[in-house]
């Protein structure tokens, strides 16, 4: 959406007729009879050839965008860590509650991404944390890329030393000029379901930072891995028990092409309410809409708010065996691709409902408008949080500020100190 038209890879028929529909509808485009579908909805390349300060352009009221010029802050793995680490000790300087901790020095409220460090900068660090537990696992992930590229799982320094070496990287001291990487403290006691690993893909979409306004979509998905989780040290290179992205689990001799590994959102519902209670699964996915909202406000005063901008964000979370959440990392491009029938109609609705929060009413772009579309237009979505309309509830209601406190239904207090309980978050 803008001045400059990026070519679209499409890899199913579906996915190129939902755009072509939504923006001959609304008049942006004129769609030319040949192969080259040149369109506005922009790859993050073309986000950042946009908003350089070196290519001069300027985008009219009338033009859109699909990303904010620095959504890297969020979706960065080093980057969004970072700014998490920043959140959490401004709101300890400011004195929040949400920022208390326990005995052992941990936060309470804002413990949802799993202990990182950058590396080579932070090096030193790692290894002070990691000779506290020896026999602790790590996962080491490339900053910048994306479907499971070079990830991999260690176990001992030794392993670290190595891909010191292999990537000619001559010190951890001094900054190199390698690829960072970041090293997170592995999840080794997921919650397992018919003994395998998975994780939850979520979107969300995010019209403003300034005031804050997202909205959640209600058909996420859970990706499985296609082997039996073990936490054996043996297994630690087989990515078919560990990682969860679609781009590795489809190579697998196991593989579903039917039903591509995948639950969806509601099922894990059913399935947690019927082994594990209904009042438990409601509090996880308040927890997990929690850890969304603190994750985006740790952002927002960061982000570039550019008012021509709006972003649909893929949430990766993980899901321990005590029920809690973590926040894994942050897609900027969630795929659109489909690997099944049940996929195609997803990501369908998906790119519908997002043009149609938007660009309500199928009318021409207009960035000044307030971007608060009728509840008729969210489809599948729903208002995760609406900074506006936290503030305007008043102070008896939301005491904390920052804190994105809700309330319940009847105006209750829906949070203890910040504690995550049953509530809607709207």
Known sequence: FGT???????????????????????????VAENEDWNFYWMSVQTIRN???????????????????PNHYELTRKDLMVKNIKRYRKELEKEGSPLAEKDENGKYIYLDFVPVTFMLPADYNLFVEEFRKNPSSTWIMKP??????????????????????RDSKTSSFVSQSSKEAYVISLYINNPLLIGGKKFDLRLYVLVSTYRPLRCYMYKLGFCRFCTVKYTPSTSELDNMFVHLTNVAIQKHGDDYNHIHGGKWTVSNLRLYLESTRGKEVTNKLFDEIHWIIVQSLKAVAPVMNNDKHCFECYGYDIIIDDKLKPWLIEVNASPSLTSSTANDRILKYNLINDTLNIAVPNGEIPDCKWNKSPPKEVLGNYEVLYDEEMAQSDGPERDPRGR????????????????KPVLTTWK
């Open 4 to 30: 400059m038209a990026g070519k679209v890879k499409w890899v199913t028929d579906i996915e190129k007729s939902v755009l072509i529909n939504n923006f001959e509808k609304r008049g942006w485009i004129q």
């Open 403 to 418: 804190s994105g406190q809700s309330t319940g239904a009847k105006g209750s207090r829906a949070r203890d100190l910040g």
């Open 50 to 68: 946009v908003f350089s300060v070196e290519t001069g352009y300027r985008l009219s009221d009338d033009q859109i965008v699909n990303h904010f």
């Open 143 to 164: 900053c910048g890329k994306a479907q499971g590229k070079g990830i991999f799982l260690i176990n001992k320094l030794s392993q670290i030393k190595k891909w010191s």
